[in-house]
């Protein structure tokens, strides 16, 4: 019975120890809003934010959608 | 988007258009950003644009013209175009680019304060390694005096 709680705690400290160190991506952004201020009608402009990866795993699957 | 992935601390640049239509007032649009970060939570950006007809009437301070169109010279090659800023009030502004399409335009002012009754140009042109077809990007400009504001400035190549 003893040796079973100890192979149960042992093998909790290891998941614990493995999920921490698989990494998460984490996103950032440059700034997170653009004014463009007196635009006119009839027009196209444009803006580019920078995205930066400063979490400890790949970041995938990048996309974005203006409604 | 250049990448849709990115290793840890790598980089990229998410470019957003916006056409403004007849719109006439201000503007925001949100834009939604998915990848596989679960844990921000945070995943949308915003644009905002305060969209007026032509001409602009309701500043102390006139321009034209109100966007740029470069026309192809010769293959590759475009002249220099300008926008003129003038004073037509007796308040001091100050200029400055804040934004404009690095590898694609040069923007320049001929000086960064509009006196009274003065004037102030942008001078911009298309750098040489311009892409064949349609650009379009635009330039912003921060405007600081009594007042604070910006204005964008609409630019447009067709190249062959």
């Known amino acids: 019975m003893r040796l079973r709680s100890s192979f149960l705690v042992i093998a909790v400290i290891f998941a614990v120890h493995s999920f921490s160190q698989a990494g998460t991506p984490k996103i950032e952004f440059s700034e997170r809003n653009w004014d463009f201020g007196r635009t006119p009608q009839q027009s196209t402009v444009s803006h580019i934010f920078w995205i930066k990866n400063v979490g400890t795993d790949t970041l995938k699957g990048i996309s974005a959608r203006v409604p | ?160």
């Open chain 2, 1 to 160: 988007m250049k990448k849709t992935e990115l290793a840890i601390g790598d980089s990229t640049e998410l470019e957003i258009s916006y056409s403004t239509g007849a719109a006439q007032t201000p503007e925001t649009k949100p834009v939604t950003v998915s990848s596989s970060d679960t844990v921000s939570g945070f995943n949308r950006l915003e644009i905002t644009a305060d969209v007026k007809p032509k001409p602009d009437t309701l500043l102390d301070i006139g321009y034209a013209p109100y966007s740029l169109e470069f026309k192809e010279r010769k293959k590759g090659k475009f002249e220099e175009m300008k926008v003129e800023f003038t004073s037509k009030g007796q308040k001091e502004y100050r200029f400055k680019v804040i934004d404009y399409p690095r590898g694609f335009f040069e923007a320049k002012l001929n000086q960064e304060t509009l006196m009274p009754g003065k004037m102030v140009e942008l001078k911009v042109k298309p750098v040489k390694t311009l892409p064949a077809g349609t650009v379009k990007k635009s330039i912003t400009l921060q405007v600081s005096g009594e007042n604070e504001f910006r204005i964008t400035i609409p630019v447009k190549t067709e190249g062959s």
